[in-house]
């Protein structure tokens, strides 16, 4: 069961990725890794904001603590000079201890500074990152763009494209239809020509004029005949026509110009 149901889960994958893969448009993926990217480069960006407040903060509140310092210092100087050494002493206790809070200020001022240019430099290499692959990406989608325009012109002029293969079906099924309507139309002529569908419109011809037509037709072949003969021969020639009628039998022929130049011998 186990063995069938991964069976199932790989073909189900390789189906998916298949359709997937017909779905996917390089560009469109071009376009969003590129989004990404910039999304990246700005987190990256108000990253080293972010630090950059944080370290101007500090050196607000170390310039602050600086002035304090050095107002105690002053007041010390003063009750001193006064002959009050307990409040010279006092003035002196606060300002050693802001000196404290101003030396871990300036620590931590240090290692956010020292952040910043790290974080500067992240961002500069990953804007030239950024930068080379929107160069990349265009070139891949302008060639990609030119390959489709190339593949479907292609297409078109050998037929295998779908706009193509409808046009070309439309124009087989309007000869198919032309063919056959031009045997129909042929039949037709042929059953009215030998009588067996009668022409509604009174103009059928009846046997006799059909048979007097196929005598003219093959008395044209036989004379036809007759002078290719004559001209292979060198000589005219008539031909003996069959089914011609009782008076073009009996009827004399004409001399032939040989028989004309010839003399008449004595009976």
């Known amino acids: 069961m186990a063995g069938l149901m991964k069976r199932m889960s790989l073909i189900f994958k390789a189906k998916a990725n298949k359709v997937m893969d017909r779905a996917e448009d390089p560009r469109e993926t071009l376009d969003y890794s590129y989004t990404k990217q910039l999304e990246l480069l700005q987190k990256v960006r108000r990253g080293v904001a972010d630090v950059a407040t944080s370290r101007k903060r500090l050196e607000l509140q170390v310039q602050q603590l600086q002035q304090q310092s050095d107002k105690l210092d002053g007041q010390a100087r003063a009750a001193l000079a006064q002959g009050r050494e307990d409040l010279a002493r006092e003035a002196l206790t606060r300002k050693s201890g802001l000196q404290t809070q101003i030396s871990d200020l300036q620590t931590q001022h240090a290692s956010l500074q020292g952040e910043e240019e790290k974080l500067t430099l992240a961002s500069q290499r990953l804007q030239a ?11 891949i989608k302008a060639t990609y763009t030119a390959a489709e325009a190339q593949t479907k ?5 050998s037929g295998i494209s779908e706009e193509m293969g409808d046009v070309g079906m439309a124009i087989q099924r309007a000869e198919d239809k032309t063919q056959t309507m031009q045997a129909r ?3 037709i002529d042929e059953l009215l020509a030998s009588g067996a569908l009668d022409d509604p419109t009174g103009t059928s011809k009846d046997d006799i004029q059909t048979e007097l037509d196929r005598l003219a037709s093959t008395n044209d072949v036989e004379l036809e005949l007759a002078k290719m003969k004559g001209e292979l021969s060198g000589a005219p020639a008539t031909p003996a026509i069959e089914g011609a009628s009782t008076a073009t039998k009996t009827a004399p022929s004409p001399a032939t110009p040989a028989e004309a130049q010839q003399p008449e011998s004595s009976s």
Do not use: L, M
């Open 153 to 157: 012109i292609g297409e078109a002029f």
């Open 129 to 139: 990152k950024v930068d080379a692959f929107r160069t990349k990406k265009e070139t």
């Open 185 to 187: 139309a042929g039949a």
